[in-house]
């Protein structure tokens, strides 16, 4: 951490009474209107950051002095009591609210909501954990008082910006990741992918009957979302390491960026589940025929036990990849995950004989063994993602 930090860290949150002088004049009978009106609205979404909260809420005060701002977090009921810290906070900072949401997870959809709930014509999104400066904030308002501009993106990837202490592996996903979505959805910005943004409130209102709400990278999901291209403005800024506790950043997040884009561009006219679905299909194929040959080096195993094995082994895998990846917003979990697997092999072997009385039809009538195979794994697959999908998944929603 650096000397500047520590500096601040050494003082207590200040009370309500002081932070509303220096930021809004806010009155103390409910029933007057403040005379300074709402400018902004710093979003923040936490899930277990319960040590970043004070030290946070120090700096947002120190850099929007003379801002209107108000600070709204939104946590995915963190298990680490995240929301009633900052429950606490709000009592004594009453620019400060905390939305706490139960059973949900995602960080998309978190900043969304949080930047639905309130009026403020200015709309930021940072992170809780300090690694975006928030000395940009007043630059990101001042450039936006430019009606010319509707939205300023704090960019790593441009001249005077940097990833800061990333390793090279990490430096190098995210270069990469960085150029797909610029060339997939043809932008310009050097840091589409930036979870560090101010949009004016009206902008973003454009886009959000739009958005897919999905995973990690709320930013592209408005500029790909867009009626109208956004015009935008970035200003640089270091990356810098996180303050207290871990990163949420894993396989999945890197799926589920996978996923938005495909929504972004094929998601038109492909269901996205449908894609992972599909996806998750074609590799649990590979893993029956790794299966199905292991088996025959087995002694003494024929032919067909070999077969039944791969189709289990398969199936069961399908059945956990989707149920982590494909509805990962809407997981089985527990008991619910037994019964979730065996309606998923019904429904999965209803599918298989589907594929083959699709097949075996098809090559009656026209005799090509490649068309005909193709359709009875396209009727098939189709079969199994409609059937799970409403008999696995979206169960709870018929009740
Ligand atoms: N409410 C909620 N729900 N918040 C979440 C969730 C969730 O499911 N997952 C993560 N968060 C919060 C974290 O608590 C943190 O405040 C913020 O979202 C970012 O999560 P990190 O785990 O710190 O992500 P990162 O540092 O690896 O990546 C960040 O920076 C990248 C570069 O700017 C994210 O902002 C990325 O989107 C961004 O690309
Ligand atoms: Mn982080």
């Given at each position: 951490m650096g000397g500047h930090h520590d500096a601040l860290r050494a003082g207590e949150p200040q009370p309500a009474a002081t932070i509303g002088g220096s930021n809004r004049a806010r009155p103390l009978s409910p029933s007057t209107p403040s005379?300074?009106?709402?400018?902004?609205?710093?979003?923040?979404?936490?899930?277990?950051?319960?040590?970043?909260?004070?030290?946070?809420?120090?700096?947002?005060?120190?850099?929007?002095?003379?801002?209107?701002?108000?600070?709204?977090?939104?946590?995915?009921?963190?298990?680490?009591?995240?929301?009633?810290?900052?429950?606490?906070?709000?009592?004594?900072?009453?620019?400060?609210?905390?939305?706490?949401?139960?059973?949900?997870?995602?960080?998309?959809?978190?900043?969304?909501?949080?930047?639905?709930?309130?009026?403020?014509?200015?709309?930021a999104v940072m992170d809780a954990d300090l690694q975006h400066d928030e000395a940009l904030l007043p630059q990101m308002v001042q450039a936006l008082r430019d009606p010319a501009v509707d939205l300023v993106v704090a960019s790593r990837y441009m001249q005077g910006g940097g990833v800061g202490q990333w390793d090279a592996t990490r430096r190098s996903i995210s270069a990469r990741a960085t150029q797909l979505s610029q060339r997939l959805l043809r932008l310009a910005l050097s840091d589409p992918l930036s979870g560090f943004f101010m949009i004016r409130k009206t902008a973003f209102e454009s886009t959000v009957y739009r958005l897919s709400g999905m995973g990690f990278k709320l930013l592209l999901d408005i500029l790909a979302s867009a009626p109208t291209p956004l015009r935008v403005k970035e200003l640089p800024y270091t990356f810098r390491p996180r303050h207290a506790g871990d990163s949420k950043l894993d396989n999945k997040v890197a799926w589920d960026y996978l996923m938005l884009l495909a929504d972004k561009t094929i998601g038109r006219w492909v269901p996205t589940r449908l894609v992972s679905f599909g996806a998750i299909g074609s590799f649990g194929v590979l893993v029956h025929l790794a299966v199905l040959r292991l088996s025959l080096a087995?002694?003494?195993?024929?032919?067909?036990?070999?077969?039944?094995?791969?189709?289990?082994?398969?199936?069961?895998?399908?059945?956990?990849?989707?149920?982590?990846?494909?509805?990962?917003?809407?997981?089985?979990?527990?008991?619910?995950?037994?019964?979730?697997?065996?309606?998923?092999?019904?429904?999965?072997?209803?599918?298989?004989?589907?594929?083959?009385?699709?097949?075996?039809?098809?090559?009656?009538?026209?005799?090509?063994?490649?068309?005909?195979?193709?359709?009875?794994i396209l009727v098939g697959t189709v079969w199994n993602y409609g059937a799970t999908a409403y008999l696995v998944w979206l169960k709870p929603r018929r009740r």
């Open positions: 005379d300074t009106p709402l400018e902004l609205a710093v979003v923040i979404p936490t899930f277990n950051e319960i040590d970043n909260a004070d030290e946070l809420l120090r700096r947002l005060q120190g850099v929007l002095a003379g801002i209107a701002w108000e600070a709204i977090f939104v946590d995915d009921d963190s298990p680490d009591g995240t929301a009633a810290k900052l429950q606490a906070l709000s009592r004594r900072w009453p620019q400060v609210r905390c939305l706490r949401r139960i059973g949900r997870r995602g960080l998309s959809s978190a900043c969304t909501e949080g930047m639905l709930s309130t009026g403020a014509p200015l709309l087995v002694a003494g195993v024929d032919f067909v036990h070999a077969q039944t094995v791969a189709v289990t082994v398969a199936m069961v895998g399908n059945f956990f990849l989707n149920n982590a990846l494909t509805y990962r917003d809407q997981q089985l979990r527990g008991w619910a995950v037994l019964r979730g697997l065996l309606v998923f092999m019904l429904a999965c072997g209803i599918g298989a004989v589907a594929n083959v009385g699709v097949a075996a039809y098809i090559h009656g009538g026209w005799g090509n063994w490649l068309v005909s195979g193709l359709a009875g």
